[in-house]
């Protein structure tokens, strides 16, 4: 079993810039892919990226360019540092976490383990 963690979230003008945090304790056999999906109101949750325990990486078309996503395998924590946000970054941004699969799953469905999510809010 594995818990996330997820710190880092907040309030900042389009421009800005946030790193968000997400720490797993447990079982680090259940996190050989970690990533970081959002969502919104009435909107499905959303891939923005992944990673491989390996540091294959993977992001969503609007991430790519903005954001990074990073881990510390020794310290089982994973980073996402959002760069130029944008008021459409705006959105409850969730870890997740997974170790059954090859790669990183393509459907959130797929990841067993998540966090309770952190806010990120960006004005225009």
């Known amino acids: 079993h594995v818990q996330l963690a997820e710190s880092g979230g907040g309030s900042v003008q389009a421009g800005g810039s946030l790193r968000l945090t997400c720490a797993a304790s447990?079982?680090?056999?259940?996190?050989?892919?970690m990533a970081w999906f959002r969502q919104t109101p009435g909107r499905e949750r959303e891939e923005v990226a992944a990673?491989?325990?390996?540091?294959?990486?993977r992001y969503t078309d609007s991430a790519k360019g903005r954001f990074t996503i990073s881990r510390d395998n020794a310290n089982n924590t994973l980073f996402l540092q959002m760069n130029n946000l944008k008021p459409d970054d705006t959105a409850m941004y969730y870890c997740?976490?997974?170790?059954?699969?090859?790669?990183?799953?393509?459907?959130?469905?797929?990841?067993?383990?998540w966090g309770q999510g952190t806010q990120v809010t960006v004005s225009s």
């Open positions: 997740a976490a997974d170790g059954r699969w090859i790669g990183c799953p393509h459907v959130s469905a797929n990841f067993a383990y």
């Open positions: 990673i491989t325990t390996d540091g294959k990486t």
């Open positions: 447990g079982d680090s056999d259940n996190t050989d892919c």
